[in-house]
C-alpha cells in the first residue's frame, strides 16, 4: 500500500504540475492576444465583478471537498447530501447576486457591471456540476482530472479570442469565465459517470463541522487576497484596475497553483498517512525542499524580468502594470510559502491556524491601505497587502513549526531556495543595463536566469540540475 500511494503521488504530482505549468504558460499566451484585442478598461470591468463572484464562491465552498478527501470512511450516501446540499447553496447564491447586480454595480459606480454582473452570477451555479472532481482528488486519479482543466480552459479562452476580434468587447471576458466552467462540468460529469443518490444527511456532521471550520477562515481569507482589489476598484477606477488585475495574475496565480497542487495531491496522500507521525514529517519536509527550490527561484526571477515581461506580453500600453508586478511579486513568495505550510496544516485537521492567518493578514494590511492610498494610490494599496502578506506567514510559520516540533525545520528548507532566487533577481537586474529591445533582453534575462540556476543548484545541492527530478521522484 506504502508503494501504491508513493506511486500515486509522484504521478499526481507530474500531472498536476505539468498541467499547471502549461496552464500558465498558455493563460499567458492567451491572455497577451486578448489584452492587445480589449482595454485596460475591459479587464478592469471584469475584475470588479469576478470580485463579487469571488466572496460568494467563498460563502459557498465550505471546506466539503476537503473534508471528503480528508475522511477515510466517509459514505457514497453521504457524498450524495454533501452535493445535494452544495448545489441549493449555490443556487440561492446564484439568484441573490442576480437580485443584488444593481447594488454592487453602484457600490463600484459602474453601470456596465450590473448586466455583467448577472451574467456571471450563474458561474457559481454552474461550478456545482464539477463536484465529481473531489472524487477524482480523493482516488488521486490527476490525469483525468488535469486533461479536463487543459480541455476546458484552451477551448474556453479560444472563444474569447474569436469574440474580441469580433468586437465584443468585455463580453469575450465574460464568456471565457462561462464557457470554461461549462465545459469542465459537461466534462467532469461525462468522465467520472458519477451521479447522486439518495443522500444520508445523519451522516454528514463530521464533515458539516470541518466545512463550517474552514467557512470562516475561507471568509477572511477572501478579504486578506481581495481587499486590495475592492479598494482599486472603488477608489482608483477600472482603468487602474486592469492594470492591477494584469500584475495580480501574473504574480499571485501562481502561488495559488501551488495551493492547488499541494491541496489536490498532497492533502489525499497526507490524509492517508496522518497516523504515521514520522512518514507524514519526512515526507512533508521533502514535498517542501522540492517545491520551495522550482517556486522561489522563479518567483524572484519573475520580479527581475516584470517590466520587459509586461511589455513584451502584453504591449507598451500596460507598461505600468510593471512595477506592480515587481512588488507583487514578493507578495507571490509570501502567499506561496503559506500555502506550502498550510497545506501540511490542513491535512492534520488544524482548520484555525488558517483562519487565524486571515484574520492576522487582514487586521495587519487595514490600516496601512487606509493612510497611504491617498498619497501613494495603488502603491500604497500594495504596501498594505505586503504587510499584511508577511504578517500571516509569520503566523503560519509560528503555527508549522509548533505542529511538527522543530524551529530549524523550515527556515533550514527553505534558506537555498531564497539563495537561489535573490542570485536569478540579482542576473536579471544586471542584464537590465544592456542595451537591447524589450524582447532580446527579456530572451537575455531569462537564459542568463537559467543558467545561473543549474549553477547555484548544483553547487547548493551537490547535484546537477538533470538529477533535480530524479532526486524528487526517489524521495517523494
Same mark, same amino acid.
Given at each position: 500500500m506504502?508503494?501504491?500511494?508513493?506511486?500515486?503521488?509522484?504521478?499526481?504530482?507530474?500531472?498536476?504540475?505539468?498541467?499547471?505549468?502549461?496552464?500558465?504558460? #498558455?493563460?499567458?499566451?492567451?491572455?497577451?492576444?486578448?489584452?492587445?484585442?480589449?482595454?485596460?478598461?475591459?479587464?478592469?470591468?471584469?475584475?470588479?465583478?469576478?470580485?463579487?463572484?469571488?466572496?460568494?464562491?467563498?460563502?459557498?465552498?465550505?471546506?466539503?471537498?476537503?473534508?471528503?478527501?480528508?475522511?477515510?470512511t466517509?459514505?457514497?450516501?453521504?457524498?450524495?447530501?454533501?452535493? !445535494?446540499?452544495?448545489?441549493?447553496?449555490?443556487?440561492?447564491?446564484s439568484?441573490?447576486?442576480? &437580485?443584488?447586480?444593481?447594488?454592487?454595480?453602484?457600490?463600484?459606480?459602474?453601470?456596465?457591471?450590473?448586466?455583467?454582473?448577472?451574467?456571471?452570477?450563474?458561474?457559481?451555479?454552474?461550478?456545482?456540476?464539477?463536484?465529481?472532481?473531489?472524487?477524482?482528488?480523493?482516488?488521486?486519479?490527476?490525469?483525468?482530472?488535469?486533461?479536463?482543466?487543459?480541455?476546458?480552459?484552451?477551448?474556453?479562452?479560444?472563444?474569447?479570442?474569436?469574440?474580441?476580434?469580433?468586437? !465584443?468587447? !468585455?463580453?469575450?471576458?465574460v464568456?471565457?469565465?462561462?464557457?470554461?466552467?461549462?465545459?469542465?462540468?459537461? #466534462?467532469t460529469?461525462?468522465?467520472?459517470?458519477?451521479?447522486?443518490?439518495?443522500?444520508?444527511f445523519?451522516?454528514?456532521?463530521?464533515?458539516?463541522?470541518?466545512?463550517?471550520?474552514?467557512?470562516?477562515?475561507n471568509?477572511?481569507?477572501?478579504?486578506?487576497?481581495? #481587499?486590495?482589489?475592492?479598494?482599486?476598484?472603488?477608489f482608483?477606477?477600472?482603468?487602474?484596475?486592469?492594470?492591477?488585475?494584469?500584475?495580480?495574475?501574473?504574480a499571485?496565480?501562481?502561488?495559488?497553483?501551488?495551493?492547488?497542487i499541494?491541496?489536490?495531491?498532497?492533502?489525499?496522500?497526507?490524509?492517508?498517512?496522518?497516523?504515521?507521525i514520522?512518514?507524514?514529517?519526512e515526507?512533508?519536509?521533502?514535498a517542501?525542499?522540492?517545491? &520551495?527550490?522550482?517556486?522561489?527561484?522563479?518567483m524572484?526571477?519573475?520580479?527581475?524580468?516584470?517590466?520587459?515581461l509586461?511589455?513584451?506580453?502584453?504591449?507598451?500600453?500596460?507598461?505600468?502594470a510593471?512595477?506592480?508586478?515587481?512588488?507583487?511579486?514578493?507578495?507571490?513568495?509570501?502567499?506561496g510559502?503559506?500555502?506550502?505550510?498550510?497545506?501540511?496544516?490542513?491535512?492534520?485537521?488544524?482548520?484555525?491556524?488558517?483562519?487565524?492567518?486571515?484574520?492576522?493578514?487582514?487586521?495587519?494590511?487595514?490600516?496601512?491601505?487606509?493612510?497611504t492610498?491617498?498619497?501613494?494610490g495603488?502603491?500604497?494599496?500594495?504596501?498594505? !497587502?505586503?504587510?499584511?502578506?508577511?504578517?500571516?506567514l509569520?503566523?503560519?510559520?509560528?503555527?508549522?513549526?509548533?505542529?511538527?516540533?522543530?524551529?530549524?525545520?523550515?527556515?533550514?528548507?527553505?534558506?537555498?531556495?531564497?539563495?537561489?532566487?535573490?542570485?536569478?533577481?540579482?542576473?536579471?537586474?544586471?542584464?537590465?543595463?544592456?542595451?537591447?529591445?524589450?524582447?532580446?533582453?527579456?530572451?537575455?534575462?531569462?537564459?542568463?536566469?537559467?543558467?545561473?540556476?543549474?549553477?547555484?543548484?548544483?553547487?547548493?545541492?551537490?547535484?546537477?540540475?538533470?538529477?533535480?527530478?530524479?532526486?524528487?521522484?526517489?524521495?517523494?
Amino acid at each position: 500500500m506504502a508503494k501504491t500511494l508513493k506511486k500515486q503521488t509522484i504521478e499526481g504530482f507530474g500531472w498536476r504540475g505539468a498541467t499547471d505549468i502549461l496552464e500558465q504558460v #498558455l493563460q499567458i499566451v492567451f491572455t497577451a492576444i486578448l489584452a492587445r484585442l480589449l482595454s485596460k478598461a475591459d479587464f478592469g470591468l471584469i475584475a470588479m465583478a469576478l470580485l463579487i463572484n469571488r466572496f460568494f464562491q467563498t460563502v459557498t465552498n465550505i471546506g466539503f471537498g476537503g473534508a471528503i478527501i480528508r475522511s477515510q470512511t466517509v459514505t457514497r450516501e453521504q457524498i450524495s447530501a454533501v452535493f !445535494y446540499i452544495q448545489l441549493a447553496l449555490n443556487l440561492v447564491l446564484s439568484i441573490i447576486i442576480f &437580485s443584488g447586480a444593481n447594488i454592487a454595480a453602484g457600490f463600484f459606480n459602474e453601470e456596465k457591471l450590473v448586466q455583467i454582473i448577472r451574467v456571471t452570477a450563474w458561474v457559481i451555479f454552474l461550478q456545482t456540476f464539477q463536484f465529481p472532481n473531489i472524487l477524482l482528488q480523493k482516488q488521486m486519479d490527476f490525469k483525468r482530472f488535469s486533461l479536463m482543466e487543459i480541455i476546458s480552459m484552451v477551448s474556453a479562452n479560444l472563444l474569447a479570442i474569436l469574440l474580441a476580434f469580433a468586437g !465584443y468587447g !468585455y463580453w469575450a471576458l465574460v464568456w471565457r469565465l462561462l464557457a470554461q466552467r461549462a465545459v469542465f462540468s459537461a #466534462l467532469t460529469w461525462g468522465i467520472t459517470k458519477w451521479r447522486p443518490g439518495k443522500p444520508d444527511f445523519k451522516g454528514t456532521k463530521p464533515l458539516l463541522t470541518f466545512g463550517l471550520n474552514m467557512l470562516g477562515s475561507n471568509i477572511f481569507y477572501y478579504f486578506s487576497e481581495n #481587499l486590495i482589489g475592492i479598494i482599486t476598484g472603488k477608489f482608483l477606477g477600472k482603468e487602474i484596475m486592469g492594470l492591477f488585475n494584469i500584475a495580480y495574475n501574473l504574480a499571485i496565480v501562481p502561488a495559488s497553483k501551488v495551493q492547488n497542487i499541494l491541496a489536490s495531491v498532497l492533502m489525499p496522500g497526507f490524509a492517508k498517512i496522518q497516523g504515521n507521525i514520522k512518514s507524514f514529517v519526512e515526507n512533508n519536509q521533502k514535498a517542501l525542499k522540492y517545491t &520551495s527550490l522550482v517556486f522561489i527561484p522563479f518567483m524572484f526571477l519573475m520580479a527581475g524580468i516584470s517590466d520587459n515581461l509586461i511589455i513584451t506580453l502584453y504591449g507598451l500600453k500596460w507598461s505600468d502594470a510593471g512595477f506592480m508586478l515587481f512588488l507583487l511579486s514578493f507578495v507571490g513568495i509570501m502567499k506561496g510559502i503559506a500555502h506550502l505550510l498550510r497545506s501540511a496544516i490542513l491535512a492534520k485537521g488544524h482548520a484555525q491556524v488558517v483562519f487565524y492567518a486571515a484574520i492576522i493578514e487582514t487586521l495587519s494590511s487595514i490600516p496601512i491601505m487606509y493612510y497611504t492610498i491617498k498619497s501613494m494610490g495603488i502603491y500604497g494599496l500594495i504596501s498594505g !497587502y505586503m504587510t499584511g502578506s508577511f504578517f500571516g506567514l509569520v503566523y503560519t510559520i509560528y503555527s508549522y513549526n509548533k505542529l511538527f516540533e522543530g524551529k530549524s525545520f523550515f527556515i533550514g528548507t527553505i534558506s537555498k531556495p531564497v539563495l537561489i532566487g535573490a542570485a536569478l533577481l540579482s542576473i536579471a537586474w544586471l542584464c537590465s543595463f544592456i542595451d537591447a529591445g524589450h524582447l532580446l533582453l527579456l530572451i537575455i534575462q531569462v537564459s542568463s536566469g537559467l543558467v545561473l540556476y543549474a549553477i547555484t543548484v548544483s553547487f547548493l545541492y551537490n547535484i546537477k540540475l538533470k538529477e533535480v527530478i530524479a532526486e524528487i521522484k526517489s524521495h517523494i
